[in-house]
């Protein structure tokens, strides 16, 4: 009922309410409380070693149970580059790096098209997150202007995380990316492509929807296939499959790769599969290496 009523704001109404009143909602994410039962996990997750990737998911800020997955990870590379940047997060509180700034001491960049998002991610991130250091940067992503973007941060070289959620030029973007070399990569799929090796060709111009709301991104192995191409090999997925999460090929040895396949056995998959009959005729491209 609330979520209705709220859906019936203005923008501008809806925009005040997340910037002064989003902190009272989640404030228990931010708590002292939830820091020490982190550092308890760090512990946990360097002192054992024995369970699967995919059960060391956990959500507080993330969309699904990234956050956990992602904090294993740097847990086992001891935070040794606790950088990252981010863009497609909106105003960066539910992302897969804010957890890592809050909790973690990660400093970062969060690039974004929505002007709005990143003014309430800004006020908060500075007034409730003093411990980091993050930038806002407003801009329109394409395979272009993204070294420059990240450049212009003063970001540059080795960091943690690289995040990309943006609904279209995804793989181009991460393609075209020289700027920064990130230990982990945790990037959007597009599932309902199956296990087609296919990618929708590169539009510099292109916004979400464009012409039909599935026809964006690259299928998994499309994506799979980029990694290995830039020295990664596929860790493992959020549980739907859909954010496949790539490691450094020299870092954590003993930690072995998965197969697209086994990323993709939820059961929300065959369903998303099933919308590609839709869009089965449009154009699509496969890349060479």
Same mark, same amino acid.
């Given at each position: 009922m609330i979520k209705r009523v709220y859906s019936l704001f203005p923008e501008i109404l809806k925009h005040f309410l997340k910037k002064y009143f989003r902190y009272y909602f989640i404030k228990e994410q931010l708590s002292l409380v939830e820091y020490k039962k982190q550092q308890d996990i760090v512990f946990f997750n360097q002192?054992? *070693?024995?369970?699967? @990737?995919? !059960?060391?998911?956990?959500?507080? @800020? #993330?969309?699904? !149970? !990234?956050?956990?997955?992602?904090?294993?990870?740097? #847990?086992?590379?001891?935070?040794?580059?606790?950088?990252?940047?981010e863009f497609g997060a909106d105003d960066g509180i539910n992302s897969n790096s804010a957890n890592l700034a809050v909790h973690h001491g990660f400093n970062g960049?969060?690039?974004?098209?929505?002007?709005?998002a990143l003014n309430r991610g800004e006020y908060f991130f500075t007034r409730y997150v003093k411990k980091s250091e993050i930038t806002f940067k407003h801009a329109f992503i394409t395979a272009e202007n993204i070294n420059e973007i990240i450049g212009s941060s003063e970001i540059s070289g080795e960091i943690g995380l690289l995040s990309i959620d943006i609904d279209g030029n995804d793989y181009w973007v991460w393609k075209a990316i020289k700027e920064i070399n990130p230990q982990v990569v945790i990037i959007e799929t597009h599932n309902e492509f199956g296990m087609k090796d296919i990618i929708v060709p590169y539009d510099p111009a292109y916004s979400y929807p464009g012409i039909h709301e599935d026809?964006?991104?690259?299928?998994?192995?499309a994506m799979?296939?980029?990694?290995?191409?830039?020295?990664? *090999?596929?860790?493992?997925?959020?549980?739907?499959?859909?954010?496949f999460i790539f490691l450094k090929n020299d870092l954590l040895p003993n930690l072995k790769s998965c197969s697209v396949e086994s990323c993709l056995t939820h059961s929300s998959n065959l369903e998303a599969q099933k919308k590609f009959e839709k869009i089965s005729k449009y154009n699509y491209v496969t890349d060479g290496f």
């Open positions: 002192k054992n *070693r024995f369970k699967p @990737f995919c !059960e060391y998911g956990f959500k507080l @800020f #993330s969309q699904h !149970e !990234e956050d956990g997955l992602l904090l294993y990870l740097f #847990s086992l590379l001891n935070f040794s580059h606790p950088t990252f940047v960049l969060f690039i974004d098209g929505n002007k709005q026809y964006h991104g690259a299928s998994p192995v799979n296939k980029l990694a290995v191409s830039k020295g990664y *090999r596929l860790i493992g997925s959020n549980k739907l499959g859909f954010n």
